[in-house]
Nanobody, 128 residues
């Protein structure tokens, strides 16, 4: 049974940093693509980062990430991380990780239909 459990969210001031974790079970993070998304109240769910199963491809929506976020995997822990730097109030939301079984060679943060399993999310709040 596939499970994705996020942690690491919290309250942070603008300019601060957080590292989110997504512990995976029921599959190997080295075989499937993984993505991070965020959901804001009343808004659409949007992708913020993804990494391919073979670790050779990552993707971020430059329009708002602008080099501030980094996705990485720890195969030994079967965990994917999202490092959030220079956080802004607009980054507030529930951050959710998801699995894309077909994304071994490449991944996309825009094709959400690729992602078949989703975690419950962890709340990130950026406040002044």
């Amino acid at each position: 049974q596939v499970q994705l459990v996020e942690s690491g969210g919290g309250l942070v001031q603008p300019g601060g940093s957080l590292t989110l974790s997504c512990a995976a079970s029921g599959f190997s993070v080295d075989s499937d693509g993984l993505g991070w998304f965020r959901q804001v109240p009343g808004g659409d769910r949007e992708g913020v980062a993804c990494i391919s199963g073979n670790d050779l491809a990552t993707s971020y929506p430059w329009s708002f990430v602008k080099g501030r976020f980094t996705i990485a995997k720890d195969s030994a822990r079967n965990t994917v991380y999202l490092r959030l730097n220079n956080l802004e109030p607009d980054d507030t939301g529930v951050y959710i990780c998801a699995r894309a079984p077909a994304a071994y060679d490449d991944c996309s943060v825009y094709q959400q239909s690729q992602y078949v399993d989703w975690g419950q999310g962890t709340q990130v709040t950026v406040y002044s």
